[in-house]
């Protein structure tokens, strides 16, 4: 099969590299903004977007029905968008992860697999559950991949409307809280929080 893998983090490609030689695929990596002639020419099989910050247009979308999906480390339909460890934990929302078709929305398309997680706030850290949350996720997606690119799996809509996040609203709070934000134990970055009104 021939994937398009779509990513902008490094953290990515491991699952790349997993599909290469584990499971015998050929896969393209791409990280800047796809358009449809290339798309079109090289006549990919299956696109993934794991870690990608641009919106895919409905036009290569409708090239992919049903062989397009996303790689989130968010419980959808909760903390959709950007940083959504983080949002989890400001919340208190569903923590996990969830592999879902691309539409034209923001994290918005018909779930595949989700694992909900447990985290316990006094022993982790943003760093810490956010590396938990990509070994779950790429676990999960290695464990049913057959079944994904097959089309084995019913997807189910996100029923709820959940919650949505950008990089603007997330970068506000890391003014105040520093770099030291993603070493903090979670229990005392809610403290912090609380000081500064979130």
Request: hydrophobic share 40%; with cysteine; proline share 3%.
């Amino acid at each position: 099969m021939k994937i398009l893998f779509l990513t902008n983090n490094e953290n990515s490609l491991i699952l790349a590299d997993w599909l290469r030689n584990s499971a015998k695929e050929e896969v393209h990596v791409v990280s800047d903004r796809i358009n449809k002639e290339k798309i079109f020419e090289k006549k990919y099989d299956f696109l993934i977007s794991y870690n990608y910050k641009y919106i895919i247009k409905k036009e290569i979308l409708d090239y992919f029905p049903r062989r397009a999906i996303n790689l989130h480390i968010s419980y959808l339909p909760w903390n959709k968008g950007s940083n959504p460890n983080f949002w989890s934990f400001v919340e208190n929302s569903i923590k996990g992860v969830t592999i879902h078709l691309l539409n034209e929305g923001l994290d918005t398309g018909d779930i595949l697999l989700q694992e909900e997680v447990k985290f316990n706030e006094n022993n982790e850290t943003l760093k810490s559950s956010y590396e938990k949350l990509q070994s779950l996720i790429q676990e999960l997606f290695c464990m049913y991949w057959e079944d994904i690119k097959n089309i084995r799996i019913i997807p189910m809509p996100q029923k709820v409307m959940g919650s949505y996040h950008t990089l603007k609203e997330f970068e506000k709070y890391k003014s105040f809280l520093g770099e030291d934000i993603w070493s903090m134990k979670i229990s005392y970055l809610k403290i912090k929080l609380k000081e500064i009104g979130a």
